[in-house]
């Protein structure tokens, strides 16, 4: 069965840390995707890779930061958390070709930033 | 991206037959529509994609008019499980790499 893993489902920083959130596919994809969920606003996407070590900047990157190195992970970087990155993070990972094939998502990470 | 609108909100009964309409006039000629479903604390999961006339799986079909600005995602005999969000997207398949771009959804309640 394929699986997205993200490292944790709650998770609770406080304003100026610097937030790590992980994320872990098995199925060999090579694209991955970081989206936030806020109530009324549907899914954004804020940056996604689709090649180790590479990186494109989604609708709303500011604020945030990714590494790739490798091909099963993806990692969302807060610098500086601020209250307005409480949200609810969804991972997802898709084959190459395009992304408008089946994409894969996670369980989410809800973070809340005091 | 062509917009997409749907129905904020839809109350059914268990058993019946539930059709969820999406528009997108702008749709490109190279679009598929393609419907996701999620259930609360949980991420998305595809459902059904398609480019034209209807298609079917085992979970629902997809009816997309000649026109293709607009498609009907048609649950049959609806289940207490079926209480989802669903969200209808349009992309071009070919275009590589794109991310999806959803929007608020329809979210459908099921009764007992």
């Not at chain 1, 180790?52 to 945030?64: A, F, L």
């Not at chain 2, 669903?86 to 329809?106: E, H, I, K, P, W």
Request: glycine share 6%.
């Amino acid at each position: 069965d394929v699986k997205v893993t993200q490292s944790s489902r709650y998770l609770v920083k406080r304003t100026g840390e610097k937030v790590f959130l992980e994320c872990v596919q098995d199925m060999d994809h090579e694209n991955m995707f970081w989206y936030r969920q806020d109530p009324g606003l549907g899914l954004r996407l804020i940056y996604f890779s689709y090649d180790v070590k590479m990186k494109e900047k989604g609708d709303i990157p500011e604020g945030y930061s990714v590494s790739r190195e490798k091909k099963e992970r993806f990692s969302l970087i807060l610098e500086s958390a601020s209250t307005n990155q409480t949200s609810m993070y969804l991972c997802a990972s898709s084959p190459a070709g395009n992304s408008y094939n089946e994409q894969f998502f996670g369980p989410g990470t809800r973070l809340t930033v005091l | 991206l062509a917009k997409t609108t749907q129905p904020i909100s839809m109350d059914s009964y268990e058993g019946q037959e539930v059709n969820i309409t999406c528009s997108h006039n702008n749709i490109a000629t190279n679009d598929y529509i393609t419907w996701y479903q999620q259930f609360p604390s949980q991420g998305p999961r595809f459902i059904i994609q398609g480019y034209k006339t209807k298609v079917t799986n085992e979970v629902a079909s997809l009816f997309i008019p000649a026109d293709r600005k607009s498609s009907t995602l048609s649950l049959p005999r609806v289940s207490l499980s079926d209480t989802a969000v669903y969200y209808c997207l349009v992309g071009d398949r070919n275009t590589g790499r794109r991310a999806l771009t959803f929007g608020s959804g329809t979210r459908l309640q099921v009764q007992p």
